[in-house]
């Protein structure tokens, strides 16, 4: 607010996470441990402290909270105003109402059409929130995300909390009922209740509110003054899109935000950097466009991965739950004969891939893996699988692995610019890092160097178009070789173990 001059309500009230369940202070340890190592100075706390801290609350049924006292809320409006202010004060142009009708690419520039007339301009970033979607058909970009209704309660003044703001100086801590699926902050002096409900109907809330009053009894004295609704944008894995704009030169992407507010800053600098510098300073995989390729863009799995992330908003991440939305999307040849093998599925970039295999008698239940235990049949049926490579042979059928084919001349002395290591010798196979500029690792891929001039790059079936752009953006224009991506043509199955040449001696003459 003092560097732009422009005021703004920001309240630092702090918050508390509820925990209902052994399992859900496991995961809040797991978070305590996670954010002192990144210096935030969050702690698990007891129901005295939470009573402490939250006079107005019943402690029943809990098992303790997690506290972050740097937690609190800023006007977005403002903080919107006030960006806008800085940007102007450092010679931006801001134009209001004026909506995008069209885009086309001329000299290898970008014009923009709008009713105001056109814009030209090198680089463009698709920032357009809820509609993100609209925009990006504009570059011919299917962006893979939804949009759910999202609704909050708030509440009349409450006399007594206003008289204790008024007594203590400050706001009561931001209240996320996490097993429950709903946050109550304070709102002047009322309250806002938002939930994070399957089903987005103002009639279906009411297990929400009657869990509301039971833990905050004050809210039953106060009446609900407004109801409101509004958009609200999911991408498949719930993360924003920060970063290129998959296939389109010169574009980026800044959108499907479910936290904007809360997000913008970093989203800001980050985005900034890669239009500037071309990579950023931190590790944005977990963010970056390219991580889902076509099937992601298919609206049923769009509209079904976004109901379940967003119904399941505070659930907890438990290693070994697989969530069941948007699957069977793409297929392995083999993946009816493993199935019956009692093969147990997890999906990466939508391939379903055999994760354990179980016997029959085995709990396979999903509930059976909402848990942080180790002592669930996988660990068994992996140790079996373990010990039967180990000693005999295994075969593991691994489809999606991204694949691309490096054909021609110069193509190897090339490859070898790009890499940490060497690379392999024809008939070889090699393990080889990709660095930028700074030294970072980007991505690994082994390398089967079939002759002088061919190879297959085999690289994670997440990284299929983020590595693909990644080495097309390096290839010389006038090279003599070509980098074809060959995934969808090719599967692949792994046969390890001390019998394993035994075995395919068997089978082929080579």
């Keep these: 607010a003092d560097e732009v001059g422009y005021p703004m309500n920001y309240h630092v009230t702090g918050s508390l996470r509820l925990a209902h369940s052994a399992e859900r202070m496991q995961e809040f340890q797991r978070a305590k441990g996670m954010g002192r190592y990144q210096g935030m100075d969050i702690d698990v ?8 801290r939250y006079p107005f609350i019943e402690t029943h049924e809990l098992k303790g909270a997690l506290y972050d006292p740097s937690d609190g809320d800023i006007d977005p409006a403002q903080l919107t ?7 102007r004060d450092m010679g931006a142009k801001i134009i209001r109402f004026c909506p995008v009708t069209g885009v086309r690419r001329d000299n290898d520039e970008w014009v923009v059409e709008t009713a105001q007339g056109e814009i030209r301009c090198e680089i463009v970033v698709n920032a357009a929130g809820y509609r993100a979607a609209e925009v990006g058909r504009m570059f011919g970009r299917e962006v893979p995300m939804m949009v759910m209704s999202h609704q909050y309660i708030l509440f009349e003044e409450i006399p007594e909390l206003a008289a204790w703001s008024k007594e203590q100086g400050k706001k009561l801590p931001l209240l996320r009922d996490v097993d429950t699926s709903y946050y109550l902050r304070q709102e002047k002096n009322g309250m806002n209740l938002g939930p994070y409900e399957r089903n987005c109907r103002a009639h279906w809330v009411g297990h929400y ?7 905050v009894p004050i809210l039953g004295t106060a009446g609900l003054s407004k109801v409101i609704n509004g958009p609200i944008p999911y991408a498949p894995d719930g993360n924003p899109l920060i970063g290129p704009m998959p296939g389109v030169p010169n574009a980026f992407e800044a959108c499907v935000f479910t936290f904007g ?3 913008g800053g970093g989203a800001g600098k980050v985005l900034a950097e890669w239009v500037t510098q071309g990579q950023t300073e931190w590790d944005m995989w977990s963010c970056d466009p390219r991580r889902f390729t076509a099937f992601a863009s298919a609206p049923d799995y769009c509209v079904a991965k976004g109901k379940e992330i967003y119904g399941n908003e505070y659930a907890i991440q438990f290693p070994r739950h697989a969530w069941p ?11 009816d004969r493993i199935k019956a093998l009692g093969a147990r599925f997890d999906a990466y970039n939508g391939w379903e891939r055999a994760t354990w295999y179980a ?9 059976s893996t909402l848990t942080f235990r180790r002592d669930g049949p996988w660990q068994h049926r992996v140790r079996e699988e373990c010990l039967a490579v180990r000693d005999a042979a295994g075969i593991l059928d691994l489809p999606g692995f991204s694949r691309f084919n490096l054909d021609g001349p110069g193509g190897a002395e090339w490859l070898s610019l790009q890499v940490t290591g060497l690379v392999p010798k024809p008939g070889r196979i090699g393990l080889v890092y990709f660095a930028d500029d700074k030294g970072r690792t980007v991505t690994e891929m082994s390398v ?3 002759d002088e001039n061919l190879m297959t790059l085999i690289t994670a079936a997440v990284a299929q178009w983020h590595d693909f752009e990644w080495l097309k953006s ?3 224009k006038d090279a003599t070789f070509k980098l074809v991506d060959r995934t969808e043509e090719y599967s692949t199955q792994i046969l390890a173990g001390p019998n394993s040449r035994n075995i395919l001696a068997e089978l082929c003459a080579a």
């Design 448 to 450: 089967v160097r079939h």
């Design 81 to 87: 105003q006030a960006l806008a202010k800085g940007a």
């Design 474 to 476: 390096r290839i010389p």
């Design 261 to 263: 507010i809360a997000q």
């Design 45 to 52: 706390v007891g129901l005295d402290e939470i009573k402490r």
């Design 325 to 335: 939305a948007g699957r069977d999307r793409k297929l392995s040849p083999l993946h």
């Design 359 to 367: 016997r029959p008698g085995d709990d396979i239940s999903e509930q």
């Design 209 to 215: 509110l009657a869990d509301a009053v039971a833990r």
